[in-house]
């Protein structure tokens, strides 16, 4: 898709589709006024008919509109204009984009973009209705036959151009638009890594791709295998792997477009590419589903993707542990001990709570490596955390506030909201070990506090923050 951002009117444009707002209870947008003043009362017409009455996500194509110059008009409700905000604003998007697919128009001019959200402006605007359309055009059928991928048709839209109010609003439009289609990059390689199946999306298939992007992009990427990790005594790690036989791979990535000499900021992201939960295997409904388990690391490789794209003037690595968890003669049993990387030993209780035995031996790695100035990690740590947030919020742990409230605010910021858990040293207790430094399991309480408290035992010195 081709994004275009430019200033201009409704009736005049020259596109298969121009797209408009219409509020609640019948009540247009500026935009829907002019071609409404120009077609004299079409829309007015139509909208006391009652064909519309402007529900948020509501959408009504009309053709052959007179005194414009563009094929079909697309009328999108857009709620109760007190209520409309952020929210409101992205879903009225994704709709518009997910119809203009249906239409068979090559080209769009949506005036979405005209509509007032508190507190954001029009690059914020541009870049989330840029966003919110990529997320309605995105598609992965790389794992379909030739012939089926040939019969699902191809969608017309070629173009969908944003309209910002004034020409001295169009610097904005276009730094949201930039920001936008390097977001959606990242986005898109994050996606793709997470959609494909396990027997393709293998550690070593995470390590290519993060080898592609190094070809691609300023990115520096190193591969640590096997024998390298038993020298640095990832042993936490290296015991998730030993019931796979797919080599585990720890995947760095190195994007340093900062200050020279300035600490990195290290985004760590747990890459379990199949989890069937190892001896303490999980029940056998969904399992399908783990092969999302490695969503923390394309996250991370989509992240650096993004910064790269977008030519961010930062130090950013990017580190991946990635390993199968699966049953096998040689994997991992409950009450086995490890000592980790760190040093401290692990009794492994439950196998299935494997990615904190990978992500501590990674943000050891990344401490000891790199000092970072701050480090993030990823992951689809808990089950647990699900129960807690649902599917609205990630569950956010920090031992930094100042981080904490940053990425908060970056979350609301576009739409991927995180909550603030506790991560307070009473929890600690919950891990102890009758034979080893700690648990790697808490008990039924407070599951995904006690994953982030045992990520916290190797994260005490760093400016740190878990989302799960
Ligand atoms: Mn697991
Ligand atoms: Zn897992």
Not at 182 to 196: F, M, P, T
Not at 254 to 265: N, S, V
Request: charged share 20%; hydrophobic share 40%; net charge neutral.
């Amino acid at each position: 898709m081709q994004y275009f951002v430019k200033s201009g009117n409704a009736e005049k444009q020259r596109v298969a589709c121009v797209v408009v707002g219409i509020f609640d209870r019948r009540h247009p947008t500026d935009a829907a006024n002019a071609i409404d003043t120009a077609s004299n009362g079409a829309i007015a017409g139509i909208l006391r008919r009652g064909d519309l009455d402007g529900k948020l996500g509501q959408i009504l194509v009309v053709h052959n509109v007179p005194g414009v110059f563009c094929d079909r008009v697309m009328l999108v409700g857009l709620g109760r204009e007190r209520n409309f905000g952020e929210a409101e604003f992205r879903a009225a998007q994704l709709s518009a984009a997910k119809a203009l697919l249906t239409t068979g128009s090559i080209d769009a001019v949506t005036y979405l973009t005209h509509l007032q959200v508190k507190g954001r402006d029009y690059q914020w605007n541009v870049q989330q209705a840029t966003l919110s359309a990529e997320g309605a055009f995105y598609r992965f059928d790389y794992c379909r036959g030739e012939k089926s991928r040939a019969e699902l048709q191809d969608p017309k839209l070629e173009r969908v151009t944003f309209d910002v109010p004034r020409r001295s609003d169009l610097a904005a439009g276009d730094r949201g638009l930039r920001e936008a289609c390097g977001i959606s990059r990242g986005v898109r390689v994050a996606k793709d890594l997470g959609n494909l199946p396990a027997n393709i999306c293998t550690p070593a298939h995470l390590a290519k791709q993060a080898q592609d992007l190094g070809k691609q992009y300023p990115i520096k990427v190193k591969i640590l295998e096997e024998p390298q990790m038993r020298e640095l005594r990832m042993n936490a790690l290296l015991a998730v792997a030993s019931g796979s036989r797919q080599p585990p791979k720890l995947i760095v990535m190195e994007y340093m477009r900062g200050p020279k000499g300035e600490k990195p900021i290290a985004l760590v992201g747990k890459g379990v590419t199949f989890d069937a939960g190892g001896i303490s295997i999980k029940p056998a409904a969904k399992l399908d589903e783990m092969k999302f388990d490695m969503c923390g690391a394309a996250s991370v490789i989509g992240a650096i993707a993004a910064a790269a794209e977008m030519q961010l003037p930062l130090n950013i690595v990017g580190i991946v542990p990635a390993t199968e968890n699966l049953p096998d003669g040689q994997a991992v049993k409950p009450g086995d001990i490890v000592t980790t990387m760190a040093g401290l030993t692990v009794e492994i209780l439950n196998t299935d709570a494997e990615g904190r035995l990978i992500l501590c031996d990674a943000l050891t790695y990344v401490a000891q490596t790199y000092d970072p100035a701050t480090c993030i990690d990823v992951a689809t740590l808990t089950g647990a955390c699900v129960i807690a947030l649902g599917h609205q919020a990630s569950g956010l742990f920090s031992n930094q506030t100042g981080l904490a409230r940053q990425l908060l605010a970056a979350g609301e910021c576009v739409g991927d909201r995180a909550w603030e858990m506790p991560l307070w040293e009473e929890y600690q207790a919950q891990l102890k070990s009758e034979f080893a430094d700690v648990a790697n399991i808490g008990g039924r309480e407070a599951g995904s506090i006690t994953a982030a408290s045992f990520l916290h035992r190797f994260t005490r010195k760093l400016r740190w923050a878990h989302l799960d």
